[in-house]
């Protein structure tokens, strides 16, 4: 099962796994490793980009996998095309992961809704 | 009819908008009219544009590149207007509209009279930064835009990473 959760910032995604879908600290980091909860996809996509990130994520969508992502883009265009294509960059990919996904939870102040 | 799409940059919005307005063609004999507002400035604005061509192609619409004017001639199509946040920055940053909310807002209840019209909008109203004052004034007023147009939707949707939130109405 593959759960995406997503989010403005600081709205208690991280919290929201941990309360809702019984994830202990030990299991969440923000990285590929052998957690179970990978939070803050947006920096893993700044940093490699998105389609390094969908690559890495594809050996994981085979067993149970927990996504966590802020949601970015809902501001003004940037002026910096790096800031403009890094959002895009984050739409694309999460847009890609959301397809994959058996769940999406959009937490918005603490409140989870399920969109999918 | 008015059916309005919104959501943040990358947000599959357009995708969603034109399946909306395939779906409702589909129904009607008008023609199937796509409304191009933006106006291209440099290579980053031409590969936008193009790609957003590649992801239409074949669908049949008829392209109308309307950056300062929508056209209201059509009657009985469905027409996607792609996007109202351009359509206002031209409004109020090129052509220099002394009321563009009015100007816009007359142009799309002419166009709703006499066909179905799919507005695709923009989220830009939640990265609390801080502007100055023409920008302020922009995002306001594309806000009052947005909600006078949900108030005269029957479906207004917003795009979650392609998936459908449909906050007014049914999806068609």
Known sequence: MIVLVIGGRAQGKTEYIRRELNVTDEEIACAFGENKAIVHLEKLIRERGGEAVLRELENRFSHDCIL??????????????????????VGRTLCAIAK????????????????? | ?????????????????????????????????????MRVWDKEGERRVEKHRRQRAGR???????????????????????????????AMFCDRDEDPAGVILGEVKALAEKNSV??????????????????????DILGRLNCELCRMAELVVESVYGIPVVHKGELV
């Open chain 1, 68 to 89: 966590c992502c802020d949601e970015v883009g809902m501001g003004i265009v940037p002026m910096e095309k790096s800031e403009r294509d890094y959002r895009d960059d």
């Open chain 2, 60 to 90: 049949g619409f008829v392209t109308v590149e309307c950056p300062s004017y929508l056209d209201t001639e059509p009657s009985g199509g469905v027409i996607l207007l792609e996007c109202l946040s351009n359509r206002l920055a031209n």
């Open chain 2, 1 to 37: 009819m008015i059916c309005v799409f919104s959501g943040g940059s990358g947000s599959g919005k357009s995708e969603l908008a034109e399946k909306c307005a395939i779906r409702l063609a589909e129904s009607r004999k008008g023609g199937l009219y796509y409304y191009a507002t």
């Open chain 1, 100 to 116: 994959r996904a058996d769940r999406v939870i959009r937490v918005f102040a603490g409140i989870g809704q399920r969109i999918k």
């Open chain 2, 118 to 139: 799919v507005i695709v909008t923009n989220e830009v109203f939640s990265d609390g930064a801080e502007y100055d004052a023409e920008t302020e004034r922009y995002i």
